[in-house]
């Protein structure tokens, strides 16, 4: 008795994390987007992202809305986005890895792609630090966090 409660009580919490990993919020945006409740796992490389994700990624207009209509709260390793209608979502500091594979900014700043290319070799990505929140361009090769929308 003591095996089978023990089995069940793993069952429903790796399906209670599968749920979570699959789970989007409505922040009220006006534009209406769902953001993932999680990052996908990893860092991936501009091209890497558009070609796992493709049209999951967030556009460079809707990065600039959520950073426009959300209210973001620095919480020590990343920022609580919480949106129009008082529901939230968790971006993690997780840094990124350079174009020669070095770890930079580990725990003190996000990056995460957007879909919107700006030339052969840059595309944007949303960053933030405990001071900031900006959408710049960057060189493609570089890997970033991925939050994907619909």
Partial sequence: ???L???????FMALSA???????VDLGLPSGTLWKAVDEPGLYTYD????????QLPTNTIMEELKR???WSWN???????????????????GYRDCNGNDIYMG????YWSSTSTDFDAANYIFFDASKVSVYSVNRCNSFSV???K
Avoid: W
């Avoid at 409660?5 to 069952?11: A, G």
């Avoid at 890497?48 to 049209?55: I, R």
């Avoid at 003190?108 to 990056?111: A, C, E, M, N, S």
């Fill in 1 to 3: 008795m003591k095996k």
């Fill in 5 to 11: 409660f023990s089995f069940c009580l793993i069952c």
């Fill in 18 to 24: 599968s749920a979570q990993q699959m789970e989007f």
């Fill in 48 to 55: 890497e992202a558009t070609s796992q994700f493709g049209n």
């Fill in 69 to 71: 209509e959300c209210v």
């Fill in 76 to 94: 020590g390793n990343g920022y609580h986005v919480t949106g129009p209608n008082g529901n939230f979502i968790t971006l993690p500091a997780s």
């Fill in 108 to 111: 003190l700043g996000g990056y």
């Fill in 147 to 149: 939050r994907i929308v």
